[in-house]
């Protein structure tokens, strides 16, 4: 039986780590992830989670720990933010690679610099092209849940691809509100004991990590491709299990009063639960608004994007995240390009809002609605725009 | 939905108020949010930490702007820095000092509701520390009736072990000690 | 030993993660086929010190039940190391053919 329980998030991450009862925790503490870590060390110096908890001297080392752990077979957790991503930067790609199912949250903060260690993306978007499942969670509930569903679809044998469940910094890992945590019962019924495809052993002759000459190397990057966008039926299946199991509904793409919408609000994160209050307000005054939230970034969900703005005149997608010199927001860019080939498209603008933790309140959101209304008939008015700039 | 500013000294444990006022919200059904201002502070530096409360699932998580109720932990703050900012008329100040709340009114120069009781002196009393995080406690849940006094106990005894007793006597002290000066 | 094929062909048969499931394939090449020269011990000159099996990068001089030195020629590469480094110079390196 599911309990309701308020916790600080980050806390609450680490207990439903602890559930999904993984083998080895190999991590370095980085604001403002530290609580995932820390706490999982205590529950398990306490005697409540029978792990190893390898104290390693750097990120580079939590994600290489974790790699020896899962190619021997265990099941295998780490989690980071920010420069600590950066610093196992190197090692990210190979995991994906040697489809080793370790599971990572992010706790997003912006890369440095100038230092700063409050939330945006720029650490996720830094990691787009390699090759992991990428999932975004917008409150407490979420973080519970898609923990728990990421070792699931991270182990299912037709994805054997590791996963990373990003939550935002400070905005969500240091808030306290309530959550509905599922007994031990109930994820051990979910989510079963991990069987590894392949174990490093000296019984079972098996080599990881291998070299391949550039006459392989491109059916190796087709086949890791096609695994990757395959991995969404089982992701879709995930899903439906848990709705079965626990009620709750998870979709690609989650709507919030697009019914009759001309005019969408795209947001990732949660700063799209903000802009919820934002669209009410505006459907309050009359405004055909409406709100997507984007909950799967990788494989990225081409079909539920264009099914969602078929109608529509206009889309504000929000970003926490700039290519400098480049085409704005990567959500932007990527949901542009989705949609290129459509007969019909809206008009779409890119607004990169809250870097560095900057505050964004429902007031912003609801100019930038009024400014998809306003290019709706006049067009962008420019590439990108980094919302609520001083001196611009 | 009811928005909460604390306003505190780093180390005087702001954020184990609005932790403590959260989850004692939730045990009563209710939904609520508590956060620090975030980001580090050293320890004297003034900081502020918030509440929201709903009845049901809040989803905005931006800052607080407009609170319906602030909180100050230490006098000491009171004219340092603008307590009453963004809070609404409608809404309630809860000091923790020796004035009257009616001098507090004055000074500040609010026309709402000003609730004020001498926490420092209860802490001191209780605790032996003057640390009042857990006596204003007691002293929104009088001014705001937002969660009944009763909902506060268990959050505090599983947060505080030995000493809870002490820190739940200060709260119902602070809660009966408690004097307000009604708005304009 | 089987040979196996060199690699898959298609993107379909990609081994999950690339992984090797058949060991020791390195034994299958003779990589001492292409020798210019090979080592010759005189074991009357050897005291069985080991520094030819230390030095040799091939990793294929051992020991046999004598203890003397003997290179494995299908992956002697003939390089002269172990030659080098013999200092009661107890091996002479002789040009094949």
């Given at each position: ?6 916790m600080?998030?980050a ?19 980085i ?11 205590d ?17 580079h080392?939590a ?9 021997a077979?265990a099941r ?7 420069q ?7 090692v ?8 080793l ?9 912006a ?5 700063n260690?409050?939330n ?6 830094s ?6 499942i990428s999932?975004?969670?917008?409150n ?8 728990v ?27 306290v ?43 190796v ?12 039926k ?7 299990e848990?709705e ?34 934002a ?34 005149k206009?889309i ?10 480049g ?8 949901v ?13 603008i890119?607004e990169i ?5 900057r ?9 930038i609605a009024e ?13 990108y ?8 | ?10 180390g ?15 045990e009563?059904?209710q ?7 975030f980001g580090?502070e ?7 930490a918030?509440?929201?409360v709903?009845n ?5 998580r ?29 809404g309630?100040?809860v000091?923790?000092?020796?004035k009257s709340?009616?001098?507090i ?5 609010f026309?709402?509701a ?8 209860i802490?001191?009393?209780e605790l ?9 406690l ?6 705001t ?5 009763q909902?506060?106990?268990?959050p ?5 072990g ?5 820190n ?5 002290r602070a ?10 | ?5 060199k ?6 048969e ?7 499931f ?8 003779h ?7 090979r ?5 009357s000159?050897?005291i ?7 030095f040799?990068?091939e990793?294929?001089i051992s ?10 020629l ?24």
């Amino acid at each position: 039986m599911s309990e309701r329980v308020g916790m600080e998030i980050a806390l609450a991450a680490a207990e439903t780590v602890a559930l999904c009862r993984p083998d080895v925790i190999a991590a370095y503490p980085i604001t403002p992830n530290t609580h995932i870590p820390e706490h999982l060390s205590d529950i398990v110096a306490e005697g409540r989670l029978d792990a190893d908890f390898i104290c390693v001297e750097s990120e580079h080392s939590a994600l290489s720990a974790c790699c020896g752990a899962s190619g021997a077979g265990a099941r295998a957790f780490t989690a980071t933010s920010s420069q600590g991503l950066l610093y196992m930067a190197e090692v990210v790609p190979i995991v994906s690679a040697m489809r080793l199912p370790i599971v990572m949250i992010i706790g997003n903060r912006a890369l440095s610099g100038p230092i700063n260690i409050w939330n945006d993306h720029s650490d996720i978007m830094s990691q787009r092209d390699v090759g992991w499942i990428s999932m975004f969670a917008a409150n407490g509930q979420e973080v519970v849940d898609m923990t728990v569903q990421s070792f699931k679809i991270a182990e299912h044998r037709d994805v054997m691809l590791p996963v990373n469940l990003n939550l935002d910094g400070f905005q969500l890992t240091h808030v306290v509100e309530p959550m509905l945590f599922p007994s031990q019962e109930e994820v051990d019924a979910f989510l079963p004991e991990y069987e590894p495809y392949a174990a490093v052993h000296p019984d079972n002759i098996v080599s990881m990590g291998t070299l391949a000459l550039p006459e392989i190397f491109n059916e190796v990057m087709k086949a890791k491709d096609e695994v990757l966008k395959d991995s969404k039926k089982v992701i879709l299946e995930v899903w439906k299990e848990w709705e079965e199991k626990f009620g709750r509904t998870y979709k690609p793409v989650e709507s919030y009063k697009t019914e009759g919408a001309e005019i969408l609000l795209l947001a990732i994160g949660s700063m799209a639960e903000t802009a919820e209050v934002a669209i009410d307000e505006l459907r309050d005054r009359g405004m055909p608004v409406g709100l997507l939230k984007l909950r799967l970034w990788r494989p990225f969900p081409f079909e539920e994007i264009r099914n969602a703005v078929k109608d529509v005149k206009a889309i504000a997608v929000l970003d926490r995240a700039v290519s400098f010199g480049g085409p704005g927001g990567p959500v932007f860019s990527e949901v542009r390009s989705a949609l290129y080939d459509e007969k019909v498209r809206p008009t779409i603008i890119s607004e990169i809002i809250g870097l560095g933790g900057r505050d964004v309140p429902v007031g912003d959101f609801i100019k930038i609605a009024e400014k998809a209304a306003r290019v709706a008939k006049t067009g962008p008015e420019e590439e990108y725009e980094i919302f609520g700039v001083r001196g611009s | 939905m009811i928005e909460i500013r604390w306003h505190g000294r780093g180390g005087q444990g702001a954020v184990t108020s609005v932790e403590m006022l959260a989850l004692a919200a939730i045990e009563e059904g209710q939904y609520a949010q508590g956060f620090p201002s975030f980001g580090p502070e050293r320890r004297g530096a003034p900081v502020a930490a918030f509440n929201r409360v709903d009845n049901k699932h809040i989803n905005v998580r931006s800052g607080v702007y407009d609170p319906d109720v602030v909180v100050v932990l230490d006098p000491s703050l009171v004219g340092l820095i603008n307590v009453t900012e963004g809070l609404k008329q409608s809404g309630v100040l809860v000091v923790n000092t020796s004035k009257s709340p009616e001098e507090i009114k004055e000074e500040v120069q609010f026309d709402g509701a000003v609730a004020a009781v001498d926490a420092s002196r209860i802490a001191w009393d209780e605790l032996g520390v003057p640390i009042t995080n857990t006596t204003m406690l007691g002293a929104v849940i009088k001014a705001t009736g937002l969660i009944k006094l009763q909902s506060a106990k268990s959050p505090l005894e599983h947060r505080f072990g030995r000493v809870a007793q002490k820190n739940i006597k200060a709260m119902e002290r602070a809660y009966n000690e408690l004097k307000i000066a009604t708005a304009n | 030993m089987e040979k196996a094929k060199k690699w898959p062909e298609d993107w379909q048969e990609i081994i999950p993660g690339c992984m090797v499931f058949r060991p020791g394939s390195a034994r299958e090449y003779h990589t001492g086929s292409w020798r210019a020269q090979r080592p010759v011990y005189d074991n009357s000159k050897c005291i069985k010190c080991g520094m030819c099996y230390i030095f040799c990068p091939e990793g294929c001089i051992s020991q046999d039940a004598d203890g003397y030195f003997i290179a494995d020629l299908d992956y002697c590469k003939g390089c002269g190391i172990c030659a080098h480094e013999c200092w009661p110079g107890a091996i002479t390196m002789v040009e094949e053919g």
